[in-house]
């Protein structure tokens, strides 16, 4: 191998005067550099506080962090946008280390959205407190702290750094043994804000809310401290969230270098499907070119078997070396110590590739790197960033090189570089208002402290829902007082993580007794995904469902080598049970309201690989899935040229391409909500396209999409029309026969109609 | 209709608040009694008001002579004359000086702030014998007055529970700072658990050291038409709620067995710790030997193993050989210490005879200076570490490495003699 040691710039140089990448490489885009902007340290900063910072060199701050520290110590709860290594830390270590030495009773809670940031914070911050030389007691609080020390933590810790889990069911239901913190408390701090999002973060937005009530109830009242990846909307995710007003902090005063973009797009493989060639390849072979130039590169793959694929490829570029340990892994679950030995490998220089799976996105800190390869799009703009903010030193130019892969929206981003640059990530939204989410932490809330009349909850008003839970048992009322009568336990029956209370487990035995779970999938998901004899294809090796146990919720699989796919019919019965909210979109109608479905599987089609020819088929025996949520739904008159046929045809294109569009306007997993088109719905006797949130009660997103019909329609046509391929593929509207005019149809429909006709 | 439907059907109930000044937390009210109070009272459930509310209060004496199993009640003070003459500190030690109070709770969950405590059961000296008080919480918004009554805000007490340092106390803390606006503080009381000293000294005798387990196999008293713990939770959500007592007496009755145990199990454990070997039960008296040991009382606990040795035949007696040479080993009379480790090897299970014969080895070598019994003795020590199964990888290569090493050196010094 000829190692060659090249600057970022060199490299870019060379790239571009080689036909091979200049067909591939579809656009290229460079952001400048930025000067730091810089601030002095507060006049009141604690001598020992100014004495550690200067042991790290540091003379003054970051304009954000001088920001921060004034917000907080005036008492004003507050959000900052903080990129990656950007100085995050200081803007809460700072005030709460200075609120600590002005009272040694204050007190400080850390949530961290996983164990491993909290475990990476607290070193930081004893790393911190050794440079001050004081007695301040600063520990984690999680299943893993050993029961030895719990009890000192509960009376002496100053800062406690835990997760909303721990908080939810490990804390919060035990108060009394936490006086002294609840008493005391003056800042809470809730870092990577946008990682809350959807129905976890409107768990975590209650879990918050009854902390605060049990504050108030010690007659504490936190500050808020909240940092967050750049999102759209930061401020007001944070007031939902905490039910508090925030100020913003947007400016950063951090610098940056140069940065790169490169957006690269595989080689056709396929004409007639417009499959590329695999993007972990090309991967594969960028990330060669950049180790033989020395360049330190951090490299994301979406799950472990690629990061492995990965590691293994790159490591036998070194083989011939012995204990070589420039290429390594990483991925979710390594230790902090195993973290340290990275971190110092890529300072001295003996790492020079490190192989990530998204876990590094969340702000675990092993240093900038000079370039960053995301293989595929990491499904929204706030993530791309956080990835592409791994490489960048201060005075350093920074190389990224998005590598798409043949998926809808990867394809979409590689074709509008604006999408991913014109600086407007998603929103992230949480719906605390969900009535089931409510009620299971109102639960909580009662168990943790009696209501009495009149009380609110945070900022509902929950006479009657008390009322109710009376009859249910679970409360009693004695005259003006509601109290927890029931012999369970609340928080164990509620999880923060799961969307549908119950998920079914996949269970591979293909070696008898040694079955093993290997993941898990929404009950409704299931229904289609998981049926008996269905192809289950988990991280690249199909399976074959054996046995499904729909009452335990378990999917028995066997590995298997088939040269067919499965596909199942999905009928779903959509009925309205309220309209809400209307408009007129041209001579087309949009609404929101709730929705009832009711889905049932029907059969399921084998169908052979690159032909797609129908194999075989068979029933599916489930029982129906019904479902109560909010959704949106667009209706229009019936086009009279169309049959039912082509119009059904056309509709369902469409809303495949809608299905994998929809994660570009509300920031949720593709899962979160679900597109169904009826050429005559029930309840208007028209063409009708729903979109409903996937979970019981709704979560807020449909609600966004109700704002954005005609984009998302526009968008639809523009990708449909841009994509690569002749009749139709998997990355616009789905596989098609391959004889058939499917594109073509979907093409004229929205074009003709929905664009031109109903939408002027 | 299932529950996700109903609820979601409420929907229209929500309301939301517009933030409004918090209003200030008023004085204390004291609560009503509660509707059902005239009618508990008048079976036997005597209603008390104090200045925090309602508490129901039943309460029953027991003459000395009173039989529970086994024991007479009024043997609770020979015990106490035992441990009156008793100078160290043990954690069963109980005076005539102290006054004592047996506890026990009924409950209605198992954990968090949440779950109430219903029941507190005192059982306590009286004069002529014993009176137990059952207080019982009139519905939760009358709990300061419940709480207020156990009295445990006053006075220097021994607290007599089975699993209480647990349980119990944790329990009635949570409850007591709840309610800590009102109460005068809950006094840090001492604790005796009888749930540690049982398995201190029934370890490999009993399977498991549940009370009504003891009480059975131990205290010659079984209980009949006992109500499972478990059930009383239900029984009083369903009594505050329905006003219904009759099923409420059957929990009482439970927790008056529970009590009632506890003293005689405190007179039956006393008994063992002081009695002199008898010929019985060798592991009863073999763990408590060891909890002398433990305790640093090593000169009872080798007199008792001594005993031990004398009165049970090797077999028997091997646990107790074996810690007698521990423990002779430790004051430096190695010669008896080589001879009791000896007597007890054969007996022993696996992982002890490994440390026996290494602590063998090391008296051969070192203490003996027979270097040919300590080879022998490192040599068997190493057979069976090797093929041992239950030792984690990394303290099975350490003690490996640990016994080779020993092996060559004892090897050495045997070349230069």
Known sequence: MIREKRTVKQLIDLWQSDPKMQSRVQHIRVLDEKEATYASFPEQLHPSIRKALASRGIHQLYSHQREAFDYATADQSFTAVTPTASGKSLCYNLPVLQGIMENPQARALYLFPTKALAQDQKSEMNALIEAMDEEILCYTYDGDTAPGIRQKVRKAGHIVMTNPDMLHSGILPHHTKWVSLFENLKYIIVDELHTYKGVFGSHVGHVLRRLQRICHYYGSNPVFICTSATIQNPKELAEALTNTTHELIEKNGAPSGKKTFLFYNPPIVNETFGIRRSAILEVKDLAKKL????IQTIIFAKSRVRVEMLVTYLKSL??????????????????????????????????????????????????????????????????????AGRAGRRQDDALIIYVAQSTALDQYVIQHPDYLLGNKPEEARVYPENMLILMDHLKCAAFELPFNQGDSYAEFDVDDLLTYLVEEKILLKTSETW???????????????????????????????????????????????????????????????????????????????????????????????????????GKATASFGDVMTLATATIFKKIRFNTHDNIGSGPIHLPPEELHTSGTWLNFEQPTDWTDDDLNGAMLG??????????????????????????????????????????????????????????????????????????????????????????????????????????K | MSYEKKILQMKQMLKKKSPTTEKEQPKFKKPNPPLYADAWDEVGLKKISNDWGTVFLKETHYDLDYQHGKYKLGQFYDALALWDQYEDEHPLKLTSDDLAIFYDTETTGLKGVGTHIFLNGLLEESPHGFTLKQYILADPANETAFLFESRFWQGEKTVITYNGKSFDWPQLQTRWTLNRQHLPPLKTQHQIDLFHSSKRIWKNDLGRMKLSMVEEQKLGFARIDDLPGY???????????????????????????????????????????????????????????????????????????????????????????????????????FVSAAENYKKALPYLVERQWIDASIELAKLYEHQLDDLIDAETYTLNALYKVKSAKFYKKEVKSNKIAEIEKRFLRIRRKQGIK
Request: charged content about 25%; some cysteine.
């Open chain 2, 231 to 333: 059930l009383a939770p239900i029984v009083y959500l369903d009594a505050v709620r329905s006003g219904e007592y009759e099923a409420l007496f059957q929990v009482l009755t439970h927790n008056e067995y529970d009590l009632l145990s506890l003293i005689t199990l405190f007179v039956q454990a006393t008994q063992l710790v002081f009695s002199e070997v008898e010929k019985n039960n060798a592991t009863v008296h073999t763990n408590i030997g060891k909890w002398y040991n433990d305790l640093k009382q090593s000169d009872r606990g080798i007199h008792l193993l001594e005993g031990i040795s004398e009165t049970y035949n090797e077999k028997e007696a091997a646990q107790a050989n074996y810690l007698l040479a521990n423990q002779q080993k430790r004051k430096k009379d």
């Open chain 1, 291 to 294: 180790y033989e130039s020395e």
């Open chain 1, 318 to 387: 070194t083989f011939q070396k012995i204990h070589d340990e420039s290429v390594r892994g990483y991925r979710g679950g390594y230790l902090p110590s195993e973290r340290r030995i990275i971190e110092k490998g890529l300072r001295d220089g003996t790492i020079q590739t490190v192989i990530s799976t998204n876990a590094l996105e969340l702000g675990v800190d092993i240093g900038q790197l000079q370039a960053c390869i995301m293989t595929g799009y990491p499904g929204n703009i706030a993530s791309a960033w956080q990835q």
């Open chain 1, 483 to 585: 109290h927890w009568m029931s012999d369970s336990f609340p928080a164990h029956d509620i999880s923060l993580r799961s969307a549908s209370q119950e998920n079914v487990v996949i269970i591979d035995r293909t070696l008898t007794g040694k079955a093993s779970v290997i993941g898990e999938m929404d009950r409704y998901s299931a229904m289609t995904l998981l049926h008996e004899e269905a192809i289950y294809i988990h991280q690249g090796t199909q399976y074959q469902v054996e046995e499904l146990d729909w009452e335990e919720k378990k999917a028995y699989v066997k590995e298997v080598d088939v040269n067919y796919f499965t596909d199942a019919n999905l009928a779903v019965e959509l009925k309205v049970i309220s309209e809400d909210k209307t408009m007129k979109l």
């Open chain 1, 654 to 759: 469409v809303a495949y391409a809608m299905n994998s569009f929809i994660p570009l306007y509300i920031q949720s997993d593709r899962s979160d909500v679900h597109v169904v088109p009826q050429v005559k719905a029930i309840h208007n006797n028209q063409p009708t396209f729903f979109i409903y949130d996937r979970y019981p009660g709704g979560i807020g997103l449909s609600e966004r999409v109700y704002d954005y019909w005609q984009s998302l329609i526009e968008h639809v046509y523009d990708h449909v029309e841009s994509c690569s391929c002749q009749i139709g593929c998997p990355s616009c509207i789905g596989a098609q026969d391959q004889s058939g005019d499917a594109k073509d149809k979907v093409l004229h429909f929205l074009q003709s109609f929905l664009l031109e006709e109903l939408m």
